[in-house]
Nanobody, 125 residues
Framework: QVQLVESGGGLVQAGGSLRLSCAASGRTRSLSTVGWFRQAPGKEREFVAGIAWSVSRTEYADSVKGRFTISRDNAKNSVWLQMNSLKPEDTAVYSC??????????????????WGQGTQVTVSS
């Protein structure tokens, strides 16, 4: 089992920045991929960014490329999502998730088995 706790959400004006944190505990030695997802009201959950745990590899949704940066600190079992130039359409509940089984292909399609509770990000215009 892996437990995840997100923090860092809040209310920000368009053009502002937020930094989300995801702290993992439990079977952290088995981590393969960590991803950030978001879900806006009335919309399906979508992949935002992912990072491989043991190799240097990141992926981003086209909608956030150049604005968001995902990073990790393996020693702290933590992943961050730095969000800059925020737009009202970035408003959503953001959740981190981890996979413990490697699957070839994009990080967005990894087998995410463990999820955090989510943190609300609201961007005002």
């Amino acid at each position: 089992q892996v437990q995840l706790v997100e923090s860092g959400g809040g209310l920000v004006q368009a053009g502002g920045s937020l930094r989300l944190s995801c702290a993992a505990s439990g079977r952290t030695r088995s981590l393969s991929t960590v991803g950030w997802f978001r879900q806006a009201p009335g919309k399906e959950r979508e992949f935002v960014a992912g990072i491989a745990w043991s190799v240097s590899r990141t992926e981003y949704a086209d909608s956030v490329k150049g604005r968001f940066t995902i990073s990790r600190d393996n020693a702290k079992n933590s992943v961050w999502l730095q969000m800059n130039s925020l737009k009202p359409e970035d408003t959503a509940v953001y959740s981190c998730a981890v996979s413990t089984v490697y699957r070839p292909g994009g990080l967005g399609s990894a087998n995410y088995a463990y999820w955090g509770q989510g943190t609300q990000v609201t961007v005002s215009s």
